[in-house]
């Protein structure tokens, strides 16, 4: 039996989980727009999880609204709007052998639907951490083999073991020092304007990766952000993302529709 899943904390979690219950051979890191347009190849046998549903599957477990299929839609598995998709495979099977990763899950639920606390965005360690070594906006090297190695750490070795590995503790040094430089630039170039804080990076090239959370943990007084950057591919042109704070939790505007009415888009929270 294959699975297919997102090469995400999340994902990895579904793989950890999903191996307790079933006999899960291959695993297989789909990115989800491919899986969007169809192109990836599915069997009747495989596991999707965490990603879009595909007809030809065997199971499929989701969490993302966004994916929630049409009404009637019949399948074997489960949608749920949970924190994580490995909560919404948790939850059906509710097999024991599946509390020793206990740990792990509450982790995952808090990084996939970003509820973080202060500290664990300004100073993250464990878990947290961990998945930002996943995580494509630190900018690090992809690399699947260690998205694969991870997952196997993950069935068996305590955190500190993971995070003790020199493939793991190589790239948090990394994350890490990229991320003290990136604060040090936010408080730089940062304002607050009433509740909005304002970030402009325009004359910025390549800021350091850092946590797009990070904005909220320094202006915790602060509900919404504004930060104005170079767009990528349109030189000349600047790109303005709104988000609201995941910190202080007071903003009702939606941000998405903002947005729209400018040509852009997103959702009720980030736009
Ligand atoms: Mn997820």
Redesign the pocket.
Known sequence: MRLLTRADL?GLTCGVLLSVVEPVGEVVFVEPHRMQRGDVDVRPDDIIA?LPYHPGCGMWFD??ISNKPPEGTRFKGAFHVDP??ARTIYDYYRDPRMDRYQELLEATDRV?AARLTLEEIRNPTGYVLLSLTLDPRSHLEQSLQYCHDLLEWLKTESIDTIMARPEVSRRCRRILDDQKRFERLLLQRSRSEGNVVVTDFRSIDRPPAGSRFLVYALFPQCNASVKIYPARDDEGSVGISLGHSIVNRGQTVNVGRLCARFGGGGHRGAG
């Open positions: 999340d965490n969490h993302h994580s998709a996939d």
